[in-house]
């Protein structure tokens, strides 16, 4: 099939390498532009334009879609479908019509749980014992179109949100490269998303980082795991120096009680409002990498009974 590829981060990745393996012809990708990043500063482009490149297939980073000129460059392609993972731009109608088999979207979250910008870290945040993937057919509303093909992934115990989205971008790979052949035979069915269930998956912010040992132990723990590696749930103490922020990585509920933020053993078991968690990876700032809770009450020269805020 003639495909137009739509997708930035990492996480899209996997699936144009497939769809280019599977001999689809890729007539163009579109992804955001280069930002700036590193400590130079310097323009990096996008992970799915370095792999556009390599492929040597024509990247383009239009600001918006939103214009006739747009419209008309996207109709050029002359796609059969438009294939969406993780783009980060919202695709008009006038867009959404062009291709001949329309738009289809690769979404990490089991639908219509989830729906949005953050699936995968509000996933584990909320404590789910499963996610998953999805394929379905874009239309205006945001993740609101009917779902053809879904594949689950459970989350275990202690797993972080990068981890969880490590192990769906293969799945995601198969899942969109059988969609297609589906398609293409003809026999791909879509069935409208159910009106019960639906959860909106909003932008992470920066206020929610911060951790308030104040609350249940399994909440505390799937709030760092949710938030790992980006951006980092944290705590603020004095380690000698001066307030210092802390980032946890992973955690887990432990055995335990106490006043809520009390340091309870050398293992870095921390006391909650119910309960305790013991913190398993964690980041001190300008430290380098991470240490294990241990290493970090023995490096910090705490003692059980120091609170950490």
Not at 122 to 132: F, K, L, Q, T
Not at 265 to 287: F, N, S
């Amino acid at each position: 099939m003639r495909v137009v590829f739509m997708g930035t981060p990492d996480f899209a990745v996997p699936t144009l390498a497939r769809l280019a393996e599977d001999g689809h012809v890729i007539a163009a990708v579109y992804t955001r532009a280069p930002a700036r990043a590193g400590r130079g500063m310097a323009l990096r482009p996008s992970p799915v334009h370095a792999l556009a490149e390599t492929l040597g297939v024509p990247v383009l980073t239009p600001a918006t879609l939103r214009t006739a000129e747009a419209a008309e460059t996207f109709a050029a392609h002359e796609a059969d479908v438009a294939v969406v993972v993780a783009y980060g731009m919202l695709l008009p109608q006038a867009i959404l019509d062009l291709p001949r088999h329309g738009c289809l979207n690769l979404h990490g979250s089991l639908l219509p749980r989830w729906r949005g910008a953050a699936p995968i870290q509000r996933a584990v945040m909320a404590g789910d014992a499963e996610s998953g993937v999805g394929v379905m057919r874009m239309e205006a509303g945001l993740d609101t179109g009917p779902v053809a093909l879904q594949a689950r992934v459970p989350i275990l115990p202690g797993m972080t949100a990068g981890e969880l989205h490590d192990a769906l971008m293969p799945v995601g790979a198969g899942l969109m490269s059988n969609g297609l052949k589906g398609l293409d035979a003809g026999s791909l069915a879509f069935d409208p998303q159910p009106d019960e269930g639906v959860l909106y998956a909003h932008k992470i912010t920066n206020d929610e980082a911060r951790i308030d040992w104040s609350g249940e132990a399994q909440a505390v723990a799937n709030l760092i795991n949710g938030l790992s590696p980006f951006p980092g749930a944290f705590f603020e103490a004095d380690l000698g120096k001066g307030p210092e922020r802390v980032k946890v990585l992973r955690a887990l509920p432990a055995e335990g009680s106490g006043e809520p933020g009390t340091l309870l053993d050398g293992e870095a078991t921390i006391a909650c409002g119910t309960g305790a968690v013991r913190l398993l990876e964690l980041r001190r700032a300008g430290k380098g990498g991470s240490v294990t809770g241990a290493e970090f009450v023995r490096g910090a020269r705490l003692a059980p009974g120091a609170h950490l805020g």
